[in-house]
């Protein structure tokens, strides 16, 4: 489905059918100013990816023509192609406001501001893992990051030594914050700290870091063997 992505027509084709019930390829070829040929190359690869369906409509002596509609798997394609946007222009006023905040009253206090939040972040989640297992936090602990816009995903270490208590990697491949992070990257630091007092029965470490050019922010959250 990344054809879907790289290509606007596409993009232009399904919004055209999310505001009319059908459309023949020669109509879109019409509206969008792109060739018939053009049109019924995009039209195959959106059905490919299920998200148009046609019917044959005959009305002549001719061939049948096809009418084409958009279909669920479609509607729900723009639906998060428009979050996306939505998010990206969040992100952007996030770093406008702390911008305007630094310039008044300067970095520093900035900084605090957001270790506040981040403060108030782990309070929110502790209180929502509770005193559960440590698998079971983690677990619940990636679902939260999740629901707010963050892939993320967990997985069981094998450390095969019996000195090292139960430990996890916590990976997120995509930041929901990364607009902010760049222009102000004390606030991964922060999320390192949010992380250790969210486990507070854990030692907390960061393993990759987007802003460090890798691919994936990642976290080792090791259990602290009793003594």
Request: aromatic fraction near 6%; hydrophobic fraction near 35%.
């Amino acid at each position: 489905m990344a054809t879907i992505h790289q290509s606007s027509t596409k993009q232009d084709i399904l919004e055209y059918l999310l505001k009319h019930p059908q459309a023949t390829a020669f109509e879109l070829a019409e509206t969008l100013d792109v060739s018939p040929q053009a049109i019924r190359r995009h039209l195959k690869d959106l059905e490919a990816d299920k998200l148009i369906v046609f019917s044959s409509v005959q009305t002549g002596m001719g061939r049948p023509q096809h009418l084409y509609q958009i279909s669920t798997q479609g509607r729900d394609h723009l639906s998060r192609v428009t979050n996306d946007q939505l998010s990206d222009s969040y992100g952007q006023f996030a770093v406008s406001l702390l911008d305007t905040l630094a310039e008044t009253v300067g970095r520093d206090q900035v900084s605090s501001i957001l270790q506040k939040q981040w403060e108030r972040k782990a309070q929110e989640y502790r209180e929502r893992l509770g005193d559960a297992s440590l698998s079971q936090r983690v677990a619940s602990l990636v679902e939260l990051r999740k629901s707010e816009g963050f892939m993320a995903e967990y997985h069981l270490v094998d450390t095969n030594e019996s000195s090292k208590g139960e430990c996890f990697i916590i990976t997120e491949h995509h930041c929901a914050i990364s607009n902010v992070a760049e222009s102000f990257p004390s606030i991964c630091g922060h999320e390192l700290e949010m992380f250790a007092a969210v486990l507070p029965d854990c030692i907390v470490e960061r393993t990759h870091w987007i802003i460090n050019g890798e691919h994936r922010c990642g976290y080792l959250v090791q259990a602290r063997k009793h003594t």
